[in-house]
């Protein structure tokens, strides 16, 4: 057998260069914007919670970024804890949560189907994390539509 001959990694160990970008930072012009859509269940893997994170990014960038909670997605919405709404119950439960309403706190706006959140799970508008938006299912496809109209990039999260 070949012998492992080089040394334990270390706390603090650098596996790969992570300051090097090879392209530019793009910025929003004036008056852009980006609407990430989320078709996905929460706690089902990880696309809902990165593409959080890159909604929130959006609205760093500049642009006048909207999220989409739709279908399953409604679950990203509404509000979580255990014993009690709010509280952790394991590290990272609150995760979904806390990434929406810092999203909403810089700016942005979350809209979740009403459809979905009744018929499909259960909630109601007092469900929902504070600051979400709740529209008719007719509306959707028109947020889209006009998203797509205004020539805004469009970020789709789906899962199977």
Sequence with gaps: MPAVTHPPHKTGDFFVDYEEKLFEDVKAAP?????VT???VAFEGSIGFVNLLQA???QRKGYETSVLLYGPGVTLGVQRG???IGDEAFPGHQNFNNQIKKF????GKVYACRFALQALYGHGEP???EGIIPISPLDVLDLVLI???DNAFI?????L
Excluded: N, Q, V, Y
């Design 104 to 107: 909403i706190s810089e700016g």
């Design 38 to 40: 989320f078709h996905t």
């Design 31 to 35: 008056g852009e914007k980006a609407l």
């Design 82 to 84: 255990f014993p009690k």
């Design 155 to 159: 970020l789709d999260t789906w899962t």
């Design 147 to 149: 998203h797509k109209r």
């Design 127 to 129: 469900s929902l994390i």
């Design 56 to 58: 929130t990014r959006l």
